[in-house]
């Protein structure tokens, strides 16, 4: 079982900066795809960026491209978003997702088997 927990989510001011940590306390996440994904109120979750098993490929929706990074150190059972030049409209709950054993990288929510409680990012403008 895999059992992810996100933290690094804030209030920042348009421009600045946060990185959002998601660890695993259960099974290791080397042998998963995993993504982020950030949902409003009202609105449907959506995909933000993906990584490999092994870190080596990564895949962003195009609005983040260029400003988020996703990273991965499977020793320490973590993933990482680095997220800079923030805009309001990134304010969102983030979530961490584990997908299917064997699963290519996908921004289909409906791929991804475990996730996080979610963590607040609320940018100001």
């Known amino acids: 079982q895999v059992q992810l927990v996100e933290s690094g989510g804030g209030l920042v001011q348009t421009g600045g900066s946060l990185r959002l940590s998601c660890a695993s306390s259960g099974r290791s996440i080397r042998t998963y795809v995993m993504a982020w994904f950030r949902q409003v109120p009202g609105k449907e979750r959506e995909f933000v960026a993906a990584i490999t098993r092994g870190g080596g490929n990564t895949f962003y929706e195009d609005s983040v491209k260029g400003r988020f990074t996703i990273s991965r150190d499977n020793v320490r059972n973590t993933v990482y978003l680095q997220m800079n030049s923030l805009k309001p409209e990134d304010t969102a709950v983030y979530y961490c997702?584990?997908?299917?054993?064997?699963?290519?990288?996908?921004?289909?929510?409906?791929?991804?088997?475990?996730w996080g409680q979610g963590t607040q990012v609320t940018v100001s403008s």
């Open positions: 997702a584990a997908g299917s054993e064997g699963a290519a990288l996908s921004e289909m929510v409906t791929d991804y088997d475990y």
